[in-house]
């Protein structure tokens, strides 16, 4: 199975700081995601990256995807409050018949 | 609108009970999946149905079965077995073109989530 190992395992940051959060496979990535979740509620899915040497952005958020596709980073520029939650990577299997996702990252902003 | 319903959203249960978790989609997906989310921890796959009555087990199947007789709905079953069901559990479909292969341009929708209590 496809393991996706997701870096730090929690962040505390302050209001306004920037911070990254790192997802390592440990086989070729098909479909690469991003999702948010508030604990408690359902995810929501932030941005999807399929070519090596991607990067997508979407409001204070970018996310890229490295070369060798087996790698991504998620930079969030000046965090607000609004950030704080549980950020999860997710890839498709090579055979499409699977999904999996990260260890998850928490994040704190503090304001 | 199409979209993933599950309910309750709040699900209380007193130890040694079995509960069904409904899960219902109007996106004619035909994969559905059941995951299961612990505080501050990713999610964790119990179990996957590609196709109408077959279903696989995922990594941490024991203790829950599903069923799939139909391609809207995805019911989980989180038995007495189950050593700690506390957890909040999410409901996913996608669609899943066989032929291709691979879905890597098909997204995951989820449901709102049912928060499982046990007394």
């Known amino acids: 199975s496809q393991e996706l190992e997701q870096s730090p395992q929690s962040l505390i940051v302050q209001e306004g700081k920037n911070l990254t959060i790192n997802c390592t496979s440990s086989?070729?990535?098909?479909?690469l995601y991003w999702y948010k979740q508030k604990y408690g509620e359902g995810l929501i899915f932030l941005m999807m990256l399929q070519k090596g040497g991607e990067e997508k952005s979407h409001e204070k958020i970018t996310a890229k995807l490295d070369e060798k596709k087996q790698q991504s980073s998620l930079h969030i520029t000046a965090s607000q409050p609004s950030h704080a939650g549980i950020y999860l990577c997710g890839a498709d299997s090579n055979t499409g018949n699977q999904f999996y996702f990260g260890t998850g990252t928490s994040l704190t902003v503090i304001p | 609108d199409g979209g993933i319903t599950q309910s309750p959203k709040y699900l209380f249960r007193k130890e040694g009970q079995n509960v069904t978790l409904s899960c219902e989609q109007n996106?004619?997906?035909?994969?559905m999946y059941w995951y299961r989310q612990d505080p501050g921890q990713g999610l964790r796959l119990i179990y996957y149905s590609q196709i109408v009555n077959d279903f696989q087990k995922g990594d941490i199947a024991e203790g829950y079965s599903v069923s799939r007789e139909k391609k809207e709905s995805f019911p989980l079953t989180v038995t007495s077995a189950q050593k700690n069901p506390t957890a909040f559990y999410l409901c996913a479909s996608s669609t899943s073109d066989r032929r291709r292969g691979f879905s890597s341009t098909d997204t995951q929708y989820f449901g709102p989530g049912t928060r499982l209590t046990v007394l």
């Open positions: 996106l004619n997906h035909d994969a």
């Open positions: 086989k070729t990535l098909y479909g």
